[in-house]
Every structure is written in C-alpha cells, then in structure tokens.
C-alpha cells in the first residue's frame, strides 16, 4: 500500500448493436474522440494534467457496450473526479478532432488486409451472424466511416446516457462517501428512457459453412467456431 492506487469504470448499453443503419463505426470513432476535449478543456490541457498527476482516462466501446474509464492515485481521487466527470458530461466533440481520428480510422480500414488474421475473423463473423448486427464490423467501412458527421456523433452519445442503462465499477483504495456523492449527482443529470437493444434474430446456421479468402499471402490462417449460447438459451 505504499502507493494506494483506484480504478473507474462507467459504462451504458449500446455500442455496434445500437448503431445506425449506413453508420457502421460510429461505436469505434466516438470512443477515439471521446476523451479528447471538454467544455472546459482542450485535449492538449486533459493530456496535460492526467499526465502531471499520473494517471490515464480513456473511452470503450465494443458491440454491446460504451463507456470511460479511469485509472490514478488514490492521493489525487478529488482531482482526476473533476476532470473525468467534466469529460464524462460535457465532451466537446471537436470537428477537427472528429475528421482527424476518421482519417485515422479509414487508413486502418484501407491497410486491414494486409493483416490475414484480421480478415479471417472478420470473413468468420460475417458469415456466422449473417443479417445480425454481431456480423458488422466494429470499424465500419470506408463509405459509412465517411458519411459520419459532427451530428452524427453528437446524436448517437445523447441516446446512450440513459440512467437505465448505466452500470458504475469502482476498486482500489478511494474515498466511498466522495466518489458516491459525485456518482449520485452524475446519475440524477441522467435521463430515465429505457435503451432499446433489440435487434433481427440471426438466420439459422441450418448446415456446416465453409468458405475460403486467398490474399497471396505467406500465411495460412484457419477459424473454426459455433455460435455460442445467448442469455435465454436452455
């Protein structure tokens, strides 16, 4: 316990199973562009202090969930809370911020099949879940990265802060009464509709699939995989 440390985590529903249709990646950019910039802090001003005191903040998302997290030392809790609930509220959504982490986003596209082992799970998923939003992919395309907006950002973050949504994970050594009162307050800002997660069943895998990508590579890789169980299943 010489240097007593804590971690955050605040995450809601949603992710790539909430994404608009044509808006694939949306998930992906909005977590990059997240931590960088609040109403009153610019993302050199955030880099700055999380660095003078230690620490890292950073943004998630996957195909269910999104959300920011924290990591410091207990010693400076009172000062990270400030600027991690400034973040977590009020994210500024630069435009320039925005078109720098798309272009960053549509080389990473634009250089994914030079990695085969990406292209295979990629190729796998795909046609496993088929016409569900699991067969997306978490990067979206070129067309649809490019057809984000500002808006679109902006949007999407609005329809995820809902409180019945929202799930808080706190451990290490912190102060209990503090960081309640500060996630009470967070959570009452909150609105109270519920996320709607439904999505199309995916179509019956009704016989063995086998399906073949030739890059001219020097590489070989092999996926074999099932669906696994969903929360209903016997």
């Known amino acids: ?6 971690s955050l985590k605040i995450g809601f529903l949603g992710g790539l199973r909430r994404e608009p249709a044509g808006k ?8 990059r562009v997240w931590p960088t910039g609040s109403k009153s802090m610019d993302e050199s001003e955030i880099n700055l202090k999380i660095d003078s005191l ?5 943004a998630f998302g996957g195909r269910n969930t999104i959300g920011l997290n924290l990591e410091g030392l207990s010693n400076f809790q009172k000062e990270l809370s400030e600027i991690f609930f400034d973040v977590l509220e009020n994210p500024s959504w630069s435009s ?14 634009k250089t994914r099949d030079d990695n085969p082992a990406q292209v295979c799970i990629n190729q796998f998923v795909q046609n496993i879940f088929k016409d ?4 997306r992919d978490l990067l979206g395309s070129e067309k649809s990265v490019q ?3 500002q808006n679109d950002v ?11 949504s929202a799930a808080v994970c706190l451990v290490g050594d912190f102060d209990r009464d503090f960081w309640l009162e500060k996630i009470k307050t967070f959570s009452n800002k909150l609105s109270s509709e519920k996320v709607d997660l439904s999505s199309p069943k995916a179509s019956d895998v009704k016989k063995e699939l086998t399906f073949f990508t030739k890059l001219g590579k020097e590489q070989t890789h092999i996926v074999l995989g ?3 169980l969903t929360l209903s299943s016997e």
């Open 226 to 228: 099932f669906r696994g």
């Open 1 to 6: 316990k010489d240097t007593p440390t804590f």
């Open 96 to 109: 320039d911020i925005i078109e720098r982490e798309k272009t960053m986003l549509l080389h990473q596209i």
């Open 54 to 58: 230690a620490a890292g903040l950073g």
């Open 154 to 164: 902006k949007k999407f973050f609005k329809s995820l802060m809902s409180g019945g």
């Open 132 to 135: 569900h939003v699991y067969g």
């Open 24 to 31: 694939e990646g949306l998930t992906e950019l909005l977590s």
């Open 147 to 149: 057809s984000i907006g």
